[in-house]
């Protein structure tokens, strides 16, 4: 079965600060990965899906299919990047999202 | 369009009792699904839809139900709850299958004494 693992349950980082969130996933195919963000008091929501390839708030996530990761950067990070961030992922065939363990990750002014 | 609707907001049972999460969409959403959100375990997929009619388990089923008589409503049903079942529940439904992008409801925050 396919997993997906984020292995930071917090960054903390300054603001302006670079910021990567890691995520590796275990199947062996052609999965499609995406990236879901929970603001304080929000509901959850796609941030962006490595289809795309495209950069949503400054985000950016590059497939790499050979350390099976998907991992999320930003340059500089923002007070408003505060959140939870899930990584996850879903297959052609498949049925269903699979979501990692998430990462809350702390802008501090 | 209201999107995704769960209700309750919040409900306290006590163990033993049963109980049923409201969730209704009104995007016309052939695929809806059903995740706990645990601390450090993420989403965990309970059960899902893939149309009116058709229901099948996730990760996590035991001790839920689920039916989908309409393409707007995909209720959950807690049996007999247990404080295992603690938890923020999200409703989701997404216009494709497999789903890629998913569309959450709020939560409902459920407490089991």
């Known amino acids: 079965a396919q997993r997906v693992t984020q292995p930071e349950k917090l960054l903390s980082v300054f603001k302006g600060a670079p910021v990567e969130l890691k995520c590796n996933y275990s199947?062996?195919?052609?999965?499609?990965l995406f990236w879901y963000v929970q603001y304080s008091r929000q509901r959850l929501q796609l941030l962006l899906r490595?289809?795309s390839r495209e950069s949503i708030k400054g985000f950016t996530a590059d497939l790499n299919k050979g350390e099976t990761s998907f991992h999320l950067k930003k340059p500089f990070a923002q007070e408003e990047d505060s959140a939870m961030y899930y990584c996850?992922?879903?297959?052609?065939?498949?049925?269903?999202?699979?979501f990692g363990g998430g990462t809350r990750v702390l802008v501090k002014p | 369009n209201a999107g995704v609707t769960q209700t309750p907001k919040f409900q306290v049972l006590k163990t033993g009792q049963s109980m049923t999460l409201q969730c209704a969409q009104d995007?016309?959403?052939?695929?809806m699904s059903w995740y706990r959100q645990d601390p450090g375990m993420g989403l965990r997929l309970i059960h899902y839809?893939?149309?009116?009619?058709?229901?099948d388990q996730g990760e996590v089923p035991n001790g839920y139900n689920v039916s989908r008589s309409t393409t707007e409503d995909f209720p959950l049903r807690l049996l007999s709850a247990a404080p295992s079942q603690t938890s923020v529940y999200f409703c989701?439904?997404?216009?494709?299958?497999?789903?890629?992008?998913?569309?959450f409801g709020p939560g409902t925050r459920l407490t089991v004494l």
């Open positions: 839809s893939v149309g009116a009619g058709i229901t």
């Open positions: 490595h289809i």
């Open positions: 996850a992922l879903s297959l052609a065939a498949g049925n269903k999202l699979t």
């Open positions: 995007m016309n959403h052939e695929y």
């Open positions: 989701a439904s997404s216009p494709t299958h497999p789903p890629d992008t998913q569309y």
């Open positions: 199947y062996s195919g052609s999965p499609e």
